[in-house]
């Protein structure tokens, strides 16, 4: 699994409210029905999972996959400057 896809998967499945209305295309709402669906489900596996926290949920993962690339670019920047 890339570093960058890990980083997010800790915050969706460990971060609290504040932290994952901190991502991109996330607000109260969808925060709350990210706790609400990983307290009744458990951890999501994988960043498509979180479609099945509700069917408006789909722009939401792919918002998230498009902040994944972006987190993978600046990771393998800083990987560079080491």
């Given at each position: 699994?890339?570093?960058?896809?890990?980083?997010?998967?800790?915050v969706l499945n460990e971060g609290d409210l504040k932290r994952?209305?901190?991502?991109?295309?996330?607000?109260?709402?969808?925060?709350?029905?990210?706790?609400?669906?990983?307290?009744?489900?458990?951890?999501?596996?994988?960043?498509?999972?979180?479609?099945?926290?509700?069917?408006?949920?789909?722009?939401?993962?792919?918002?998230?996959?498009?902040?994944?690339?972006?987190?993978?670019?600046?990771?393998?920047?800083?990987?560079?400057?080491?």
């Open positions: 699994m890339r570093k960058a896809e890990e980083l997010l998967l800790k994952i209305k901190s991502l991109n295309g996330i607000g109260p709402k969808r925060a709350q029905m990210i706790v609400d669906f990983r307290a009744t489900n458990g951890a999501f596996a994988k960043i498509s999972d979180i479609q099945g926290a509700n069917l408006k949920m789909g722009v939401v993962a792919t918002m998230l996959k498009g902040q994944l690339l972006a987190m993978d670019v600046k990771i393998s920047e800083e990987a560079t400057c080491e």
